[in-house]
């Protein structure tokens, strides 16, 4: 697979998700104040020998066989040291950059907390008169029809709310309901499938052909099943191999 930026954002991800101090970047959860921001990483010194800059200046032309020999052995040792120094300094430059993707994440989420925090006050509005900044008469039609939409409008969202948890409450009766009769369903099955392997044995020591042999008991799919106490209608097939 070629490496591409969504490969690697996808890479990334999944890495800041196995993570106890990052997975909250790539979650759907808000912002909270007792997370903590993410903090720079402290810059440690190199300890690498420094190349010798000194092997840049101008040798002298009469120079000996074993001089050049030394000269050479030199640049040798001063290049691996850059080499060195190159390579850490890629690292750190890496570093700082991922360091950075993360505090970036970090801005957006604090971005999204605030955006809802604000929404979620403006729809909330408290104000008993129409604030435009000018005095009103309580008896004024404006703020009679004003206060009228907002009676209605907290009686409407009362309601939903209330919609809102009946419906999460019969959610998680029927899933009780679902896994209570998932787990009737594969108990049986196994039993059946004792049964079945038995009796194959059986039938196989009297000489019986496999071709000759019961079919394999089958058991009703989870899909059929949740189609069924949720009322749904299911297209599906009713019978299924032994896959849970």
């Not at 890629?90 to 993360?102: C, F, G, I, S, Y």
């Not at 309601?159 to 787990?183: C, F, G, H, P, Y």
């Amino acid at each position: 697979m070629p490496d591409t930026p969504s490969k690697r954002m996808r890479i990334m991800t999944s890495e800041m998700a196995s993570t106890s101090s990052g997975s909250f970047l790539v979650s759907k959860n808000p912002y909270k104040s007792e997370i903590p921001l993410p903090q720079m990483l402290e810059k440690q010194a190199l300890t690498l020998p420094a190349p010798d800059w000194s092997l840049l200046m101008r040798p002298p032309a009469d120079r000996s066989r074993e001089q050049l020999e030394a000269e050479n052995q030199a640049l040798i040792r001063s290049l691996a040291n850059a080499k060195g120094y190159v390579a850490a300094f890629a690292d750190r430059e890496e570093t700082l950059a991922a360091q950075a993707v993360v505090q970036d994440m970090a801005l957006i989420k604090l971005n999204s907390a605030l955006h809802s925090k604000e929404m979620k006050k403006a729809e909330n509005d408290g104000s008993d008169v129409l604030n435009d900044g000018m005095g009103r008469l309580w008896s004024d039609a404006r703020i009679l029809e004003y206060q009228k939409r907002k009676r209605t409008e907290k009686v409407r969202k009362a309601a939903e709310k209330e919609r809102r948890k009946e419906l999460r409450s019969s959610k998680k009766a029927l899933k009780t309901m679902i896994d209570a009769e998932w787990a009737t369903i594969k108990e049986k099955h196994d039993e059946n499938l004792q049964k079945w392997n038995k009796m194959c044995t059986e039938l196989k020591e009297k000489g019986f052909k496999a071709k000759d042999l019961p079919k394999k008991p089958c058991h009703e799919t989870k899909r059929s099943v949740i189609a069924r106490l949720s009322g749904c209608d299911s297209e599906e097939s009713e019978e299924d191999t032994d896959n849970d």
